[in-house]
């Protein structure tokens, strides 16, 4: 029985929304080895420049890309004409911008703008793009009728935090809820398109990630919420190198649902119920 890899990139262009950081730097790097055409999006220059100077030096196949643009992915008109001025539309979307650093807290010590922009770093900015990439995957051109083209992937990135409720994560485990409902109702959306190439939906939840965004979070973030996820003293975490290859790893098993670590897929398991999967 051979292994099939429901994630095969090299030659494929992929998207990473928030790629120039933590997490989405790491799944871009790691693409970028598996032989894949990455464009990173971000806002600040700086460190967009920086990781595509850090993608050069992964590639792996005479003739591969990478790339990196400016975009703000919750100004909805700048997304929609990034995404209409490509010449394809890419073969996978991987939507990782958001955190909370600076909405950390309980629901009555944190400021009423900290529930709007929490709900607009992590959920808007992942679903504005996730929808201009659909719209422009169910409009097929000639070309990609004519040739057999390989299912597309749509990749979102939620967090323990959507499965589990910590004090502390008021503004922010909503907004991971909400991406995980529009996972589940996309997963069952692009059923409806027969005619053009499958689509592919997948959410993961990762635990903690030692990033930058973690360690500024981790200054305002309450003590029992420490103590309930864990992460007194900084610990518990995983490195975003480790959670970026389990991540690739669910994708290339065709996993909808990933879970980078084994507390999460219990809490999964427990929420799914004794039902069959
Ligand atoms: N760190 C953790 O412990 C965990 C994180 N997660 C989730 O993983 C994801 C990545 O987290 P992490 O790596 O820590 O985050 P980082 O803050 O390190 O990186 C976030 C990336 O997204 C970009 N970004 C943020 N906002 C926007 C925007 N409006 N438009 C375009 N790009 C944007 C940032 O660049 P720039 O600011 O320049 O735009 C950066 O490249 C998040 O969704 C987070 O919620 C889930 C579980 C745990
Ligand atoms: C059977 C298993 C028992 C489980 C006990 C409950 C454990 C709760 C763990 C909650 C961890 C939440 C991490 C979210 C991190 C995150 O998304 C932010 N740091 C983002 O920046």
């Not at 420049?49 to 100077?53: A, D, G, I």
């Not at 073969?91 to 929490?118: K, N, Q, R």
């Not at 169910?138 to 070309?143: F, R």
């Given at each position: 029985?051979g292994?099939?890899?429901h994630?095969d990139a090299?030659?494929k262009?992929?998207?990473v929304?928030?790629?120039?950081?933590?997490?989405g730097?790491?799944?871009?790097?790691?693409?970028?080895?598996?032989?894949?055409?990455?464009?990173?999006l971000?806002?600040?220059l700086?460190?967009l420049?920086?990781?595509?100077?850090l993608?050069e030096?992964?590639l792996?196949v005479?003739?591969?890309?990478?790339?990196?643009?400016?975009?703000?992915?919750t100004?909805?008109?700048?997304?929609?004409?990034?995404i209409?001025s490509?010449?394809e539309?890419p073969?996978?979307?991987?939507?990782?911008?958001?955190?909370?650093?600076?909405?950390?807290?309980?629901?009555?010590?944190?400021?009423?703008?900290?529930?709007?922009?929490?709900m607009?770093?992590n959920?808007?900015?992942?679903?504005?793009?996730?929808?201009?990439v659909?719209k422009?995957w169910?409009?097929?051109?000639?070309?990609q009728?004519?040739?057999?083209?390989?299912?597309?992937?749509?990749?979102?990135?939620?967090?323990?935090a959507?499965l589990?409720?910590?004090p502390?994560?008021a503004?922010?485990?909503?907004?991971?809820?909400a991406?995980?409902s529009?996972a589940?109702?996309?997963?069952?959306?692009?059923?409806m398109?027969?005619s053009?190439p499958?689509?592919?939906?997948?959410?993961?939840?990762?635990?903690?990630?030692y990033?930058?965004?973690?360690?500024?979070e981790?200054?305002?973030?309450?003590h029992?919420?420490k103590?309930?996820?864990?992460?007194?003293?900084?610990?518990?975490?995983?490195?975003?190198?480790?959670v970026a290859?389990?991540?690739?790893?669910?994708?290339d098993?065709g996993?909808?649902?990933?879970?980078?670590?084994?507390?999460?897929?219990l809490?999964?398991?427990?929420?799914?119920?004794p039902?069959?999967q």
């Open positions: 029985m292994f099939t890899n994630f090299r030659g262009s992929v998207i929304a928030g790629g120039s950081k933590g997490l730097q790491e799944l871009a790097l790691q693409l970028v080895a598996r032989g894949a055409d990455v464009t990173v971000a806002r600040s700086p460190s420049k920086e990781t595509k100077r993608m030096q992964h792996l005479p003739g591969q890309t990478v790339d990196c643009q400016s975009l703000d992915l100004d909805k008109a700048a997304v929609v004409e990034y209409s490509l010449d539309p073969w996978a979307l991987v939507c990782v911008a958001g955190g909370t650093a600076e909405e950390i807290g309980f629901l009555a010590d944190i400021s009423p703008d900290a529930i709007s922009s929490c607009t770093k959920y808007v900015s992942s679903a504005y793009i996730a929808q201009a659909l422009r169910v409009t097929p051109t000639s070309e009728k004519s040739n057999r083209v390989d299912s597309r992937h749509l990749v979102f990135t939620a967090s323990t959507a589990v409720s910590v502390g994560y503004a922010y485990a909503p907004t991971k809820a991406i995980r529009l589940d109702i996309l997963r069952q959306e692009v059923l398109y027969q053009v499958p689509i592919k939906v997948h959410c993961s939840f990762p635990g903690t990630i990033t930058e965004s973690f360690f500024q981790q200054q305002a973030k309450p029992l919420c103590q309930i996820e864990g992460t007194l003293d900084d610990k518990g975490g995983m490195t975003a190198k480790e290859r389990l991540t690739l790893q669910g994708l098993r996993q909808f649902f990933i879970t980078p670590d084994f507390q999460t897929r809490l999964l398991n427990n929420m799914r119920g039902s069959p």
